[in-house]
């Protein structure tokens, strides 16, 4: 079993920027690939970006492509969301995951462990 811990998540004026940390419990950080989900109210949990078990490939959601990077630190079973240029839209709870040994893993059924959340909130 995996536990992830997501910080990092607050308020802020669009146009602002935020990052956020994904904290891993286990001792194979390094096979796991990692993703980034987003829920709004009322609305489908969306994928938002993810990065391989190897970190040599990277996808990202036509919404946020350009403004958010995803990385990764495998000595301190880390992975993070840099968002830019923050819009209202983006305004969600978002959930880091993980699956073993995944590459193009961009479905939340996909992914074998989640974490908690951290709410972001973007006004305008």
């Known amino acids: 079993q995996v536990q992830l811990v997501e910080s990092g998540g607050g308020s802020m004026q669009a146009g602002g920027s935020l990052s956020l940390s994904c904290a891993a419990s286990?001792?194979?950080?390094?096979?796991?690939?990692l993703g980034w989900f987003r829920q709004a109210p009322g609305k489908e949990r969306e994928f938002v970006a993810s990065?391989?078990?190897?970190?040599?490939?990277?996808y990202y959601a036509d919404f946020v492509k350009g403004r958010f990077v995803i990385s990764r630190d495998d000595a301190k079973n880390m992975v993070y969301l840099r968002m830019n240029n923050l819009k209202p839209a983006d305004t969600a709870v978002y959930s880091c995951?993980?699956?073993?040994?995944?590459?193009?893993?961009?479905?939340?059924?996909?992914?074998?462990?989640w974490g908690q959340g951290t709410r972001v909130t973007v006004s305008s």
């Open positions: 995951a993980a699956v073993p040994f995944g590459v193009e893993v961009i479905t939340p059924v996909g992914y074998d462990y």
């Open positions: 286990t001792s194979t950080f390094s096979t796991y690939a």
């Open positions: 990065i391989s078990w190897r970190g040599n490939t990277k």
